[in-house]
């Protein structure tokens, strides 16, 4: 069974398109996360959300909304996607309140915007 | 402000020779750290973690790390590496309730036959 599992694994789109990934956990964890990582693979947090609601938000440009329909999703919606956007996008997730818990990674999200 | 760096870029070692992927962290309050290890075009898998007590950490492939406070260092260490070891490591620390890993740059660690 996949823990952290994303839709799609690559994505190849052209510029000014609005694209949407998805993720879900079958952890039972509150917290989940996105981040992203450049072609430096630096990993860099974009959104935290605990229990369906957003913690925090690193800055990122608005064209990028974040949803939480329940405990065990967290949705990433790009629109008007740019160049500068491709990069693989990692969903994760943890157990909330403790400091010590690590994150469950899913497979990553390949970006590539023409 | 909390930080992790990871000093080299790329470690080269020889099949069965020991290695050491070096980390250090600035962080205020007790440093909670992470190793994790990504191979290519995946996720990342965690290793290992430090929260309290004993500074010699084991965790997953054989992988130890060790917590020194006094160096604000905790260096991965495998004391015999084999060819699929290689892969990025990254070194992770967060210090309180909820907030996401930060992570450092990554280490590309390759074994040589």
């Known amino acids: 069974d996949t823990a952290v599992s994303q839709t799609p694994k690559y994505l190849v789109t052209q510029m000014g398109n609005d694209k949407s990934i998805k993720c879900e956990q079958n952890?039972?964890?509150?917290?989940m996360y996105w981040y992203k990582q450049d072609s430096k693979k630096f990993l860099k947090i974009m959104f935290s959300y605990n229990n369906k609601e957003l913690i925090i938000n690193e800055t990122v440009p608005n064209r990028f909304s974040p949803k939480s329909p329940d405990k065990a999703h967290l949705n990433l919606h790009i629109n008007s996607l740019e160049l500068g956007d491709s990069a693989v996008y990692f969903c994760a997730s943890s157990r909330p309140g403790s400091s010590g818990a690590e994150a469950f990674f899913g497979q990553g999200t390949r970006l590539t915007v023409v | 402000a909390q930080s992790v760096a990871q000093p080299e870029d790329q470690v080269n070692v020889a099949e069965g020779n020991p290695l050491t992927v070096k980390c250090t962290y600035s962080v205020s309050g007790n440093p909670y750290l992470f190793w994790y290890v990504q191979y290519p075009n995946r996720g990342l898998q965690f290793l290992l973690k430090y929260i309290t007590g004993d500074n010699l950490v084991k965790g997953s492939y054989g992988f130890e790390a060790e917590f020194n406070k006094s160096q604000t260092s905790f260096h991965l260490k495998k004391p015999s590496a084999l060819v699929s070891d290689s892969a990025l490591y990254f070194c992770a620390l967060r210090n309180s309730g909820n907030t996401p890993l930060v992570f450092g740059k990554g280490t590309r660690l390759s074994v040589i036959a």
């Open positions: 952890l039972g964890h509150d917290t």
